[in-house]
């Protein structure tokens, strides 16, 4: 099955940017742990007063959502001049609005749960990982592989899982990294 990576990803936006330079920028919201850039793309008048912000792509599980989401973008770029919604026409709508898309959150984490060790560009954090893992495997006393292990993964590179501890102080809990509430 085909597996919608963080390359693509990439290669998506980029394409759309270029497609629409006029209707979309692309800024980096930040760089994640093992180098990848955390992407916010934009469509619609960047000094806007209103803007609406779409972010998916925290862990393996929504890269369905992030490419729908950039779906949606190239469907409604490619009707920008022509679209309408209600009696408004999109191009109206954009005037003083703007669509901020974060397509991934967590590319580091999503690369693990869809290469294992081989998501990871770092070494040395392809040695840590591997051991969180290993640690994880033996805790959990389930007998599974490591790719296994992986293949749910949903800590960024660092093993600080970003969804169950949004706004919680990471990292702070009393267990290990790569552990459910790290």
């Known amino acids: 099955s085909y597996v919608y990576s963080y390359s693509a990803m990439?290669?998506?936006?980029?394409?759309?940017?270029?497609?629409?330079?006029?209707l979309v920028k692309i800024r980096s919201v930040g760089v994640t742990f093992d180098g990848r850039q955390i992407y916010d793309f934009i469509i619609g008048n960047t000094d806007a007063d209103r803007e609406l912000i779409?972010?998916?792509?925290?862990?393996a599980e929504d890269t369905e959502k992030t490419r729908l989401f950039l779906d949606d973008a190239e469907n409604f770029l490619m009707n920008y001049r022509t679209g309408k919604t209600?009696?408004?026409?999109?191009?109206?709508?954009?005037?003083?609005?703007?669509?901020?898309?974060?397509?991934?959150?967590?590319?580091?984490?999503?690369?693990?749960?869809?290469?294992?060790?081989?998501?990871?560009?770092?070494?040395?954090q392809k040695h840590r990982i591997r051991s969180i893992a290993l640690i994880n495997i033996k805790n959990s006393g389930k007998d599974m592989s490591l790719s296994e292990y992986f293949s749910t993964w949903?800590?960024?590179?660092?093993?600080?899982?970003?969804?169950?501890?949004?706004?919680?102080?990471?990292?702070?809990?009393?267990?290990?990294?790569?552990?459910?509430g790290y």
Do not use: W
């Open 10 to 22: 990439e290669k998506g936006i980029t394409k759309l940017a270029q497609q629409y330079p006029s």
């Open 54 to 59: 779409l972010a998916t792509g925290m862990t």
């Open 86 to 124: 209600g009696d408004r026409s999109y191009e109206e709508l954009f005037e003083n609005a703007c669509v901020h898309i974060i397509p991934m959150r967590n590319p580091d984490g999503i690369s693990i749960a869809q290469f294992g060790l081989d998501g990871i560009r770092n070494t040395s």
């Open 154 to 180: 949903k800590a960024n590179a660092r093993g600080i899982d970003l969804e169950y501890n949004a706004g919680k102080g990471s990292g702070t809990a009393k267990t290990f990294p790569g552990a459910e």
